[in-house]
Each structure stands twice: as C-alpha cells, then as structure tokens.
C-alpha cells in the first residue's frame, strides 16, 4: 500500500515536471527564445517600428563624402530653432542672459565646418510647435529648384517667423529669392511634399527627438539650442577618433 503511494507521487511529480517543461517550451517558442535569438542571425535589428537616420530626400548642406553627418530636426514656427540659426534676436538675449558665451550654432557650424568639408547638415522637419508647415512647404519646393534657394529661405523664414504659418507670405519670401513661382506653385498644388513632412516628422519621433531643436552628431543626440561650443567640442571629438 505505502509502495504504491509513493508510485502514485512519483507519478504526479513527474505530469507535474513535464508539464512545466511544456510550458516553457511554449513560451520560448512564442518569444523566439525569450529573446536570446534574433531573425536572421543579426543581433543588431532595429526595433519593430523604430526608423534610422537617413538623409533620403531631406536638404543637405555641405560635401556628401564629409567625416560628419549632423541631422537638426527643425520647426520654422520654434523660436529656439530660429535662434539656433542665428535669427531671434530677442531669444538669442534671453540665452545670453543665462550664459553670456552662448553662440549660435548653426552659423558657425557651417563657416568651421561644412564650408571646410568636415560636416555635412541635413535638415529635417518636426512638428514641435506645429504651425510651421506651410513655410516647410515652400522650402522643399525651393530646394527642389535650387539648394542654394533652400538654404536662403532657411534663414529668411526664421527671420520673418511669426509669418511662417501663412502660406502665401512664404510665398512672397519665394519670390524675393528669384523662385520660379509657376513651377512652386504647381508643386505645393500637387502636394509633393506633405508626406515627406510627414516621415521626417516620424523618423524624428521614432529617435526620441521629443523638441526642436533636436541634433544627431554622427548619432549623438544634443537637445535644444545648445551653445555651439557644445558642438564644437563633440564635432572635434568625432574627428580625432
């Protein structure tokens, strides 16, 4: 009688083992080996739903063979961001007032670096402030015509920032550049770049970029309009590895 309980407990242990085993044979199939295991051999996937840094269509400053690549993810409606390319003179005072060695960076980083060949700037949209579409707009028409159109607009748009919401002033600020006003207005009425808008404005979100601006040097992400000696130092680090 006692040999037989203890057949019996030994038993249940056992459907009890096994069933735990089971188990986790179950789960480990479902969580592709808790994880442990990637598809494809490569452990270095992006996460689902995760974007990289790509240049794709956005505007670019600089040789495209440069050492260094900074991404700023932008809005022309941002003050910090017009400050940042030099242009708010009433937030560029608040920030001197807080730090009296405070420099744009932008400015600085095109005349110490791009225009020497070591940096490349690329420039992408994201909604921080949310009314500075229509300027977006127009300033990848201009670049479609002309680069150099771009990069002249950047900064008379940030200089006229409280017009940026309102397409046709950004318009007019076009056509003070020179813009082919036929072919600009044909393709804003094509829509061609509401939906680059759009997937730059994701490709930031999806890289923490959670306020303008936001930079990546080579990946390494600086918040907000920093002085550019914070630039300086990480661009020149970049350089000496």
Same mark, same amino acid.
């Given at each position: 009688m006692i040999k037989e309980q203890i057949d019996i407990n030994q038993s249940n242990k056992a459907l009890w083992i096994s069933g735990i085993v089971i188990g986790i044979f179950v789960i480990a199939l479902i969580t592709n080996g808790f994880g442990l295991f990637s598809n494809n051999g490569n452990n270095n996937q992006i996460p689902q739903g995760s974007i990289p840094l790509l240049i794709g269509e956005s505007p670019v400053l600089g040789d495209e063979n440069a050492p260094i690549t900074i991404y700023t993810f932008s809005d022309f409606s941002c003050p910090y961001c017009a400050a940042a390319a030099g242009?708010?003179?009433?937030?560029?005072?608040?920030?001197?007032?807080?730090?009296?060695?405070?420099e744009a960076p932008i400015p600085n980083i095109i005349e110490d670096y791009v225009n020497t060949g070591k940096v490349k700037l690329v420039f992408k949209y994201s909604s921080g402030h949310g009314t500075g579409a229509p300027a977006h707009i127009v300033s990848l028409a201009l670049y479609d015509q002309d680069p150099k159109l771009f990069w002249e607009f950047h900064d008379l748009a940030f200089a006229n920032q409280k017009d940026v919401s309102s397409l046709d002033k950004m318009k007019s600020l076009a056509k003070e550049l020179g813009a082919d006003m036929d072919k600009l207005n044909e393709?804003?009425? =094509?829509?061609?770049?509401? !939906?680059?808008? &759009?997937?730059?404005?994701?490709?930031?979100?999806?890289?923490?970029?959670?306020?303008?601006?936001?930079?990546?040097? =080579?990946?390494?992400?600086? !918040?907000?309009? &920093?002085s550019y000696s914070v630039f300086k130092n990480l661009i020149d680090q970049e350089l000496n590895n």
């Open positions: 242009q708010n003179q009433e937030v560029i005072a608040q920030l001197k007032s807080s730090s009296p060695s405070w393709d804003i009425k =094509n829509n061609n770049y509401n !939906s680059q808008l &759009q997937a730059e404005d994701a490709m930031g979100a999806s890289n923490t970029v959670d306020g303008t601006p936001t930079f990546f040097v =080579n990946g390494k992400k600086v !918040s907000g309009a &920093q």
